[in-house]
């Protein structure tokens, strides 16, 4: 006989017992071997998914922005080459220092002094300094930097100096150092 046979021979209340006796060895082994590992495992890898959802959030931020970054890039774009155009190259540098000199005589100054110096390298331009010294009337002087701020190309004055008015032939004139600053564009070099 096997323990089948007998176990179909017992009253009911045992052969309840005894099935409820199987059940719970089965959830225990289920308990023991199969839940109990994997909710360890969940435990432990919960921080890490948060973690990972906090990072997908910050990318997926990242993305929905990407059409805004686009577009600040092409405007920067678009005001690299402005500037690169207010940045005469070596060939222009000439014809830009006739401009000014021509703009001081137009403006009714005599030109005393128009020295250039070295060149100063920096980083993707150069700096082109020249030494000016002119006489004229204080309104020619203010006309002649108005002018040379208007030009197209970026011109700094600097280091503007004016001596004590003189009255020469009937009008009062001043004598006006300066230096006038342009810049050039240097090819070939890379930005950092």
């Not at 099935?19 to 225990?28: D, F, N, P, Q, S």
């Not at 690299?80 to 070596?90: F, G, I, R, T, W």
């Not at 403006?107 to 005393?112: K, M, P, R, V, Y």
Request: hydrophobic share 45%.
């Amino acid at each position: 006989m096997n323990v089948i046979e007998l176990l179909m021979r017992q009253k009911a209340i045992v052969k309840i017992v005894v099935l409820a006796l199987i059940l719970g060895i089965i959830v225990a082994v289920y308990w023991q071997f199969l839940y109990r590992p994997v909710m360890s495992e969940v435990k432990t890898l919960e921080p890490e998914l948060a973690t990972l959802k906090q990072e997908l959030s910050a990318k997926q931020a990242i993305v929905a922005e990407r059409p805004k970054y686009e577009a600040e890039l092409e405007q920067t774009r678009h005001e690299l080459v402005l500037a690169l155009k207010q940045l005469p190259d070596k060939s222009e540098i000439p014809s830009l220092l006739e401009t000014i000199s021509s703009l001081g005589k137009s403006s009714g100054l005599d030109f005393i002094l128009f020295k250039p110096r070295p060149e100063v390298t920096k980083n993707f331009y150069a700096e082109i300094p020249v030494d000016i010294k002119v006489q004229g009337s204080y309104r020619d002087v203010v006309t002649f930097f108005d002018r040379v701020s208007k030009m197209p190309r970026i011109v700094n004055m600097s280091e503007i100096a004016m001596t004590a008015p003189k009255m020469q032939e009937g009008r009062t004139s001043v004598t006006t150092t300066c230096m006038a600053t342009t810049y050039k564009f240097i090819e070939g070099v890379t930005t950092q």
